[in-house]
């Protein structure tokens, strides 16, 4: 469950966050969070996908997904890939299901997430480590927030990553002067 702790920010109580997650990650996190909750609607209504407006969020585009749910049994495929998570994943993830860009235990790890956003109605925020795609010393830390047509049904999740890399000061204590 996402909270907001002393200072303000979002926090995941059940977050395991190893290499502390810089500042600006978590900023972005908050604007992507507080932007979608003011698209919430009359009674608590889930925003649709027609409510969000790319020019209010334009800084941060690049690392935002829409994922679509799909079918019965559920599925999910990304309908839109920002220009930067190219980089994050190596190809154009843009038209793809889960299983055409993780291997099966990151496809089963965002199975689970995904699920959870939908059958809750909940946002999540997790941290996932980037293993997959041999840098098993970075994660990405993430966000998802659910979409509703009709103001119940989840049927887009908007996402955002931003990948964190240890720093060189934390792996060996030496900092340049």
């Known amino acids: 469950m996402i909270r907001r702790d002393s200072k303000g920010l979002l926090t995941n109580p059940n977050m395991s966050v190893e290499l502390g997650a810089p500042s600006v990650a978590l900023r972005a996190h908050e604007e992507l969070f507080a932007y979608w909750a003011g698209l919430r609607r009359r009674g608590g209504a889930l925003p649709g996908r027609r409510d969000l407006d790319p020019g209010r969020i334009k800084r941060l585009l690049p690392t935002v997904s829409l994922t679509q749910v799909v079918g019965s049994p559920r599925d999910y495929r990304l309908r839109l890939a920002g220009t930067a998570l190219y980089g994050v994943y190596g190809r154009e993830i843009t ?21 959870q956003v939908v059958e809750e109605r909940r946002p999540r925020v997790g941290q996932h480590s980037m293993a997959w795609r041999g840098a098993s010393h970075m994660n990405l830390l993430w966000l998802r927030l659910p979409l509703a047509t009709n103001g119940k049904d989840v049927d887009v999740i908007l996402g955002y990553d931003a990948v964190l890399a240890p720093r060189s000061d934390m792996l060996t204590g030496i900092r340049a002067a």
């Open 95 to 115: 038209g793809r299901k889960l299983e055409d860009v993780y291997a099966s235990d990151a496809v089963e790890y965002w199975r689970r997430e995904l699920d």
